[in-house]
């Protein structure tokens, strides 16, 4: 079955570092891959995603690549900002079946920036 | 454009209580779906529709959950009775059949007691 593996948090980082969230899948077929975030109070939102491999899903100054020979989609980000601070949660869909299957997420990471 | 729309945002029972969740999705979406987050969790699909078709309802606890799609497009999630163990948050998201993106409501956080 498809399964995602992110780093454990809490994530406790300074203005203007570099960030990486790992992020490692497990899927059958040919999977597309998302990065969501969840900021305090509110909804998931669609933060990047990528569709092939070695494509690269960008927004907001984050990066990821998907990776097929490490089965990876790492999450970075040159320099964080206090606004940042959220859950983000690493997330598949299998596309062998056809059609809008439901997503397998990771556990998410909570990510603290402080001033 | 709206987003997804859930409605209660909060709710609080208690156990062996009936409660029910209502999604409207984002305009000219026929795809819907209901997740279940538990805390520290990601969320995990409890159902998928395609227009007013249940497609993949492998992962929905059927003694006490049950869902309705009326002409495809709001949704209802019901459980009956509520458990201890049903305190989560229950999401909804929408999208189009063939697209791989998903947009999510705000969510209902249920706290059983």
């Known amino acids: 079955g498809n399964s995602v593996t992110q780093m454990e948090g809490p994530v406790t980082l300074s203005e203007e570092a570099f960030l990486t969230i790992n992020c490692t899948y497990t899927?059958?077929?040919?999977?597309?891959l998302f990065w969501y975030v969840q900021y305090p109070g509110e909804g998931l939102q669609l933060l990047l995603k990528?569709?092939?491999?070695?494509d690269k899903g960008s927004n907001k100054g984050f990066e990821a690549t998907y990776r097929k020979e490490t089965t990876s989609f790492h999450l970075e980000k040159g320099s964080v900002q206090v606004s940042d601070s959220a859950v983000y949660f690493c997330?598949?869909?299998?596309?062998?079946?056809?059609?809008?299957?439901?997503?397998?997420f990771g556990k998410g990471t909570h990510l603290i920036i402080q001033p | 454009e709206a987003g997804v729309v859930q409605s209660p945002r909060y709710k609080i029972i208690e156990k062996k209580q009936p409660v029910a969740f209502w999604c409207n999705p984002i305009s000219g979406h026929n795809t819907l779906y209901w997740y279940l987050q538990n805390l520290g969790q990601g969320p995990e699909l409890l159902i998928r529709?395609?227009?007013?078709?249940?497609?993949?309802d492998s992962q929905l606890p059927k003694d006490r959950f049950s869902a309705e799609r009326l002409k495809g497009v709001d949704s209802t999630l019901k459980i009956q009775p509520a458990e201890l163990g049903d305190s989560a948050v229950y999401l909804c998201?929408?999208?189009?059949?063939?697209?791989?993106?998903?947009?999510f409501g705000p969510g209902t956080r249920l706290t059983v007691l």
């Open positions: 997330a598949l869909i299998n596309n062998s079946g056809g059609g809008a299957d439901g997503l397998t």
């Open positions: 899927a059958t077929g040919y999977p597309s």
């Open positions: 990528a569709t092939k491999a070695d």
């Open positions: 529709y395609e227009n007013e078709e249940a497609v993949d």
């Open positions: 998201a929408s999208g189009r059949v063939a697209t791989d993106t998903q947009y």
